[in-house]
């Protein structure tokens, strides 16, 4: 990170110059007025902002919480330890991501004057854009959004280690100068911003995954959609059942947990949102697609199609068919 960029994260809030004189504790009517600690948004929030980026507080141990809306913290230097849901211990070196869901309650040790975190303060519905933005959908990246955006996810938090991704880097450093400028109608901007990201974080998801140590079932799902992503063709579930060395049963339950589908249904998923790319995207014929995405019976796939978009392959490529 661009050491002017630093300098400005280091510099002591009020908040923390507060602490630093010996003046009490974090100041929980700076984050909520409710009696439980729900820090909320509507005081970190400009009004009509979908994102908003706070230096996190240093110099004081942060108390259990957890908060409306969905929070980012990014460490720019140093580390950070926090307790996630009363139990899972996690610490943010630097480039490290950490996305906490609503559900998520969170506990934070006293960081010091090095420790550099931001805390990105986001709507659900910031998200509604990245998640649009994505031409060729895959499972991997809309389990991201979707446990993200949604209420009530399975999975309460996504830890990245992404310090040696210098897409991701790049990105997290354009959009904390976007937050920081206050430059009026970056919302579509930052929107753009996240949604390319997201598509970094599914596209090296398992080089940052192998170096985690803790959080397993986030990591085996995580690797069993990249499976799916890229094995649709010919992929089953015996093999990635081998591959990560736990039975197919336990491997079928965790998905449909997390998920909501079954293996069948998201290598399902995958083959149709691959021939729909293919249908928009190419000239090859509808027997070429259906033999690409890995089906031998034509009628079942003309089926399953138009059980899921409503009309026939030939019917798609007229609506969706790139102009010359």
Request: net charge neutral; glycine share 4%.
């Amino acid at each position: 990170m661009r050491e002017e960029l630093l300098q400005h994260l280091r510099e002591i809030t009020d908040e923390e110059k507060a602490l630093l004189q010996g003046q009490g504790d974090i100041q929980k009517d700076l984050y909520t007025s409710g009696k439980d600690f729900v820090v909320d948004n509507a005081r970190l929030l400009e009004k009509g902002h979908l994102i908003e980026l706070r230096p996190h507080t240093r110099f004081a141990h942060f108390p259990r919480h957890r908060h409306n809306y969905v929070e980012l913290v990014y460490m720019c230097c140093g580390s950070t330890t926090h307790i996630v849901n009363d139990t899972e211990r996690i610490v943010l070196t630097e480039g490290d991501l950490l996305f906490l869901s609503q559900t998520a309650t969170q506990e934070i040790l006293p960081a010091g004057r090095e420790d550099i975190a931001v805390n990105f303060i986001i709507l659900p519905e910031f998200f509604d854009r990245a998640l649009s933005m994505i031409e060729r959908d895959n499972v991997l990246r809309a389990f991201l959004i979707s446990t993200l955006s949604s209420g009530n996810p399975q999975i309460p938090y996504l830890h990245f280690r992404a310090k040696d991704i210098l897409p991701i880097q790049n990105l997290m450093e354009n959009m904390l100068w976007t937050l920081i400028d206050k430059k009026p109608g970056t919302n579509t901007l930052n929107q753009i911003t996240m949604g390319l990201i997201f598509m970094n974080l599914s596209l090296f998801a398992d080089s940052m995954l192998r170096e985690q140590a803790g959080n397993y079932e986030q990591d085996l799902i995580f690797r069993v959609l990249k499976y799916i992503e890229t094995h649709y063709k010919n992929g089953t579930l015996a093999e990635i059942s081998a591959a990560v060395k736990l039975p197919a049963y336990h491997v079928s339950r965790l998905l449909k947990r997390y998920t909501g589908h079954t293996f069948k249904e998201l290598l399902q998923q995958q083959k149709l949102q691959q021939a729909v790319y293919l249908l928009s995207q190419t000239t090859l014929s509808a027997d070429g697609i259906i033999e690409a995405v890995g089906y031998n019976n034509s009628s079942f796939f003309y089926r399953i199609f138009r059980e899921k978009y409503g009309c026939s392959p030939r019917e798609y490529r007229a609506l969706h068919r790139l102009s010359p």
